[in-house]
């Protein structure tokens, strides 16, 4: 059926998209949790409520030289910001302290040969109406901030976003 081929017509707003008289706005997870996350942290998104939506991870491998070279101008940074706040003054933070522990943990895996993975997560929400959509967005950000997570809406590129995260890449009829 021509119905089932995917979208007929696209209108591409800076925020939303419409198709075949749907509104679609796509959100990047912005932000991961920060503290250890417990097991099926992003059941949050997945099962946010009763409306239209998908939630895509994509995992990319990051060629090894290029994480390393990642770790160490953290490292760098970091240790630049500790020498300006003694140079100010200034007192570290828990989260300060934390982020070196992260990237010291990221350069022993490294060392280990484990390779660096690229995450992106795209989280696409429908409605009928731009109504239904702002609802439904909605809870799909409240549901982010029980995740954990931060989620931005994709501007400027919602047909990009919305190709790579909620068009099904083949169907399966059981």
Not at 25 to 47: H, I, M
Not at 55 to 69: D, K, M, N, T
Request: with cysteine; charged share 25%.
């Amino acid at each position: 059926a021509p119905s089932s081929a995917g979208p007929m017509a696209v209108e591409v707003h800076a925020g939303h998209m419409v198709t075949d008289g749907n509104y679609h706005r796509t959100y990047k997870v912005s932000e991961l949790p920060q503290n250890l996350a417990r097991l099926g942290f992003l059941d949050e998104l997945v099962f946010a409520g009763d409306f239209r939506h998908t939630v895509s991870v994509f995992l990319a491998p990051v060629e090894r030289g290029a994480a390393v070279r990642s770790v160490q101008r953290r490292k760098t940074d970091w240790h630049t910001n500790s020498r300006l706040m003694n140079k100010l003054g200034r007192i570290g933070s828990l989260e300060h302290d934390q982020s070196l522990e992260d990237v010291e943990r990221e350069e022993a895996e490294l060392r280990r040969r484990h390779t660096g993975v690229e995450v992106v997560v795209l989280v696409t929400v429908t409605g009928s109406s731009r109504s239904e959509l702002e609802s439904a967005a909605a809870e799909v950000m409240t549901a982010g901030i029980t995740a954990g997570c931060e989620l931005r809406p994709v501007w400027m590129e919602q047909d990009a976003a919305f190709v790579a995260g909620a068009l099904p890449f083949g169907r399966m009829k059981l």
